[in-house]
């Protein structure tokens, strides 16, 4: 059983920072890409950052300067630095990775993590 779990959502002005966090634990041999997706209220789900276990990251336009995802391959984490947030921001955060846990690769998501960013 592998599971991913959040943490740092919270409440935060505009302008604010905050930084999530995602650790990977359980039956794991092997993670490859990891990243974060988000979804507002009434959209569909968005990717917002990536990255491999190479360290190649990749962005989405609405965040490009204002985010930086990073990853500790030896603690199998994933962490998303938001600064200069926006309203625009808001949303549950989703953890992603792809995850090679013995026998298959699978993906796997986290349970989410609320940001809202105030005006």
């Known amino acids: 059983q592998v599971q991913l779990v959040e943490s740092g959502g919270g409440l935060v002005q505009a302008g604010g920072s905050l930084r999530l966090s995602c650790a990977a634990s359980g039956s794991i041999v092997s993670i490859n890409t990891m990243g974060w997706y988000r979804q507002a209220p009434g959209k569909q789900r968005e990717m917002v950052a990536d990255?491999?276990?190479?360290?190649?990251?990749n962005y989405a336009h609405s965040v490009k300067g204002r985010f930086a995802i990073s990853r500790d391959n030896a603690k199998n984490t994933v962490s998303l630095q938001m600064n200069s947030l926006k309203p625009e921001d808001t949303a549950v955060y989703y953890c992603n990775a792809d995850i090679w846990n013995v026998a298959n690769w699978h993906n796997y998501w986290g349970q989410g993590t609320q940001v809202t960013v105030s005006s």
């Open positions: 990255i491999s276990r190479g360290g190649t990251t």
